[in-house]
């Protein structure tokens, strides 16, 4: 079956950076779009970023020039590269494609 599995959350001071990971299997990675999206305490799940299978980009208005999505095809993973975090970043960031998602993985940017 599908499975997505998201890691490197965690609490990071204003202005810090993380890199997040999904690692995806019991799909051809390699022809699927990817995306990440995140939900806040009490607002609604919103796409951060989403990148195809021939490699373009889109990004929230939000994040636009402090995030950045990649892929690496032969390790079946997905990259958020989440730069200049600001306190409003704070969610669950889950990793997609189609109809299925990953588990979710805590960011929290405090002082």
């Known amino acids: 079956q599908v499975q997505l599995v998201e890691s490197g959350g965690g609490l990071v001071q204003p202005g810090g950076s993380l890199r997040l990971s999904c690692a995806a299997s019991?799909?051809?990675?390699?022809?699927?779009?990817m995306g990440w999206f995140r939900q806040a305490p009490g607002k609604q799940r919103e796409l951060v970023a989403h990148i195809t299978s021939g490699g373009s980009t889109i990004y929230a208005e939000s994040v636009k020039g402090r995030f950045t999505i990649s892929r690496d095809n032969a390790k079946r993973t997905v990259y958020l590269q989440m730069n200049s975090l600001k306190p409003d970043d704070t969610a669950v960031y889950y990793c997609n494609t189609w109809d299925y998602w990953g588990q979710g993985t805590q960011v929290t940017v405090s002082s």
């Open positions: 019991g799909i051809i990675f390699r022809n699927n779009a």
